[in-house]
């Protein structure tokens, strides 16, 4: 038994070295990360029950520890190695960003980095992201979590950090967890403030990005800044 499922991870890892996860299952993607927390037994049926109860590939990762660790099989060590691959996403997009001195040029781009940032987030965060007169990205932070519209204090601190990054302009987001991708009146209002605040010291907001599920809103497309 312990031959076969030895040969089924490496008839995964064969097809992965071919064609990366090209033509793999949902299922099978999960089952060939599950196999790095799990180096032995077969992790098949764990990577369908995992699937099966969150509903997808990625609702899994955006799952929490605690939720992961009620899945019988997984135990609290392997819900953390789990949940860490999906704070290894985001690092690798803030990490890319920053060092690599990544221009933001691309709408897909950003939001790409946006939801590995901050999409799986269960509370509301607000996120910025600082960039030079080049449009490249200086820094990348979260502000604060909890409801964005009743954090007074954002204004101040965008403005703290916008000038220790020695930031020209920065870009707004925050999620909006199981709610719709449109801006709130508070949503709109602390945009303002921060906007007004920001312009004191000549720095620009650029945009700002509500994401929610697979969606998402940009106050400069519709006009809002």
Do not use: C, W
Request: overall charge negative.
């Amino acid at each position: 038994m312990a031959e076969k499922q030895s040969g089924h991870r490496e008839r995964l890892r064969e097809r992965f070295d071919k064609g990366g996860f090209t033509g793999f299952h949902d299922y099978e993607v999960l089952e060939f990360l599950l196999t790095f927390i799990f180096r032995q037994g077969d992790v098949k049926p764990l990577a369908k029950e995992l699937i099966k109860t969150f509903g997808s590939f990625s609702k899994v990762l955006d799952a929490s520890v605690d939720e992961l660790e009620n899945i019988k099989g997984m135990g609290k060590a392997s819900a953390l190695n789990l949940h860490a691959f999906r704070q290894i996403m985001a690092y690798y997009f803030q990490n890319h960003a920053t060092v690599d001195k990544e221009q933001i040029t691309k709408m897909s781009a950003l939001v790409e980095m946006l939801r590995a940032s901050i999409g799986h987030k269960p509370n509301e965060v607000l996120f910025a992201i600082f960039l030079n007169p080049k449009n490249e990205v200086l820094a990348t932070k979260e502000m604060g979590e909890g409801t964005v519209s009743q954090a007074a204090a954002f204004p101040r601190k965008i403005v703290e950090e916008a000038l220790k990054q020695k930031a020209t302009s920065i870009i707004l987001a925050h999620n909006h967890p199981g709610g719709i991708a449109e801006p709130s009146e508070h949503d709109e209002t602390i945009t303002t403030e921060i906007q007004k605040a920001l312009a004191l010291i000549e720095i620009s907001v650029q945009d700002h990005i509500i994401l929610a599920n697979n969606e998402y809103y940009s106050f400069n497309r519709n006009s809002k800044l």
